[in-house]
């Protein structure tokens, strides 16, 4: 399995960016899929998960804010981000719970809200 994410920026607070994470290969084998972000110095840190059953699981700090969801037909799935704050500044990682290769990340993307 491979991810690509897209669609990463510079926005200003308040304001609204969908992330894309397009996977390819073996995508039968994907039990579960989740957004990560990671800013420097830290660790990373959960956003939101979508099960192959479409049960979603999201931070705190992220609920009501950012939704997760997935289009099977184009093997893509997103987070759409609302109300961006600066604190949401960091680089989000798609990735990927597989059967046989465990977890798969993408590369990631940079967000940047600023104030």
């Known amino acids: 399995v491979q991810l690509v994410e897209s669609g990463g920026g510079l926005v200003q607070a308040g304001e609204s960016l969908r992330l894309s994470c397009s996977t390819s290969?073996?995508?039968?084998?994907?039990?579960?899929m989740g957004w990560y972000r990671q800013v420097p110095g830290s660790e990373r840190e959960l956003v939101a998960t979508l099960s192959s059953g479409g049960k979603t699981n999201y931070a705190d700090s992220m609920k009501g804010r950012f939704t997760i969801s997935r289009d099977s037909a184009k093997n893509t799935m997103y987070l759409q981000m609302h109300s961006l704050k600066p604190e949401d500044t960091a680089v989000y990682y798609c990735e990927a719970d597989t059967v046989n290769s465990g977890r798969v990340w993408g590369q990631g993307t940079q967000v940047t809200v600023s104030s």
């Open positions: 290969g073996s995508v039968f084998n994907i039990i579960a």
